[in-house]
């Protein structure tokens, strides 16, 4: 396994036009860059630091920066980076679907050292949702590959647990949490330890590495309400529709080189539902990896922290971007 590197940074503010700057950060191409510039966008909850990290190896942009490829992160509002300066914070997956990623790309786009000016849009989690929202409400949005990890635009069996979590919209919506990445750092090892099958629908002790947790929880960011309801609300439909357009029915129009990265013991986005976009979009060139087997059973957040992630995950990902 290559040694991680110390990853270089360059740190962009970006007015998304609603009072918040968004941030976006880019990792230059290690050699002569090639391709196209990656855009890595996080799921619900989270900010994008998880990318940039790995307990016991390069990280997910090392790996992909490596190969010649200049990878951008984002955090949308809400998230990381991001910084409100007059904006409000009644926003939901609309917002940061069209409006954030429409900044984000536009930036990256203006500031790019790659040799073409399309992006690739890696999602992760919701981050996918958020993508395929993207292009089907911005039709002339200048992305060329989608990647969904651990992704989902249709729901199709939801584990119990989240029916449960969801089954109100309008309870989803009241919840306000704080604090949740403090909560995460004393909780994630006390799970770990005493109760490894509540904590083994997200991250699996067995296939993952949890010795670095303080580390780890640095990607945790506190639940918004509103997207809390929305998320609900696309539960109960099962289809995802955003500012009027249905994205599911959206996908067999799509024509984006695409890859499906599915975690084979998800107990989040189940493998039913993260399979799900490969099965409906349009894409003549499309390819599915599943990760994970009875050994090396790989949760959620497994896919960007597993041991092995650098030649399971990253490395088929790398040879996808530079080959479509």
Not at 16 to 30: K, S, Y
Not at 87 to 116: F, N, Q, S
């Amino acid at each position: 396994m290559p040694e991680p590197t110390r990853l270089t940074r360059h740190v962009h503010l970006v007015d998304n036009g609603a009072g918040w700057r968004l941030g976006v950060v880019r990792h230059p191409a290690r050699g002569e860059a090639r391709g196209r510039p990656v855009l890595v966008v996080p799921g619900y909850g989270m900010n994008a630091y998880i990318f940039g990290f790995h307990p016991r190896g390069p990280s997910l942009v090392e790996c992909l920066t490596a190969r010649g490829l200049e990878v951008w992160t984002v955090d949308l509002r809400g998230q990381g980076r991001s910084v409100r300066s007059h904006g409000k914070d009644d926003y939901g997956m609309a917002e940061l679907a069209v409006d954030d990623l429409r900044a984000a790309i536009a930036h990256i786009l203006a500031h790019t050292r790659a040799p073409v000016r399309r992006v690739d849009l890696v999602g992760c989690s919701l981050g996918a949702a958020l993508g395929f929202a993207h292009v089907a409400c911005v039709p002339d949005a200048p992305i060329h590959a989608l990647v969904a990890m651990a992704g989902l635009v249709t729901w199709k069996n939801p584990r119990p647990f989240v029916r449960l979590a969801l089954g109100s919209p309008r309870l989803a919506g009241m919840v306000r949490m704080k604090n949740t990445r403090m909560l995460a750092r004393v909780g994630l090892p006390v799970l770990a330890r005493l109760a490894p099958s509540l904590l083994g629908v997200y991250l699996n002790e067995r296939s993952t590495d949890l010795s670095q947790a303080s580390r780890l929880v640095q990607t945790v960011e506190d639940p918004h309400p509103i997207i809390n309801r929305e998320i609900a609300e696309w539960l109960a439909r099962e289809e995802l529709v955003v500012r009027g357009v249905n994205v599911s029915r959206k996908l067999p129009e799509l024509r984006h080189p695409f890859l499906c990265v599915v975690a084979s013991q998800d107990g989040i986005v189940t493998p039913d539902t993260a399979r799900l976009p490969f099965e409906q979009i349009g894409s003549p060139v499309k390819r599915m990896l599943e990760v994970g087997d009875a050994e090396t059973p790989i949760a959620h957040a497994d896919l960007f922290v597993c041991n092995g992630a650098q030649e399971r995950v990253f490395a088929p990902l790398g040879d996808f971007l530079l080959e479509v």
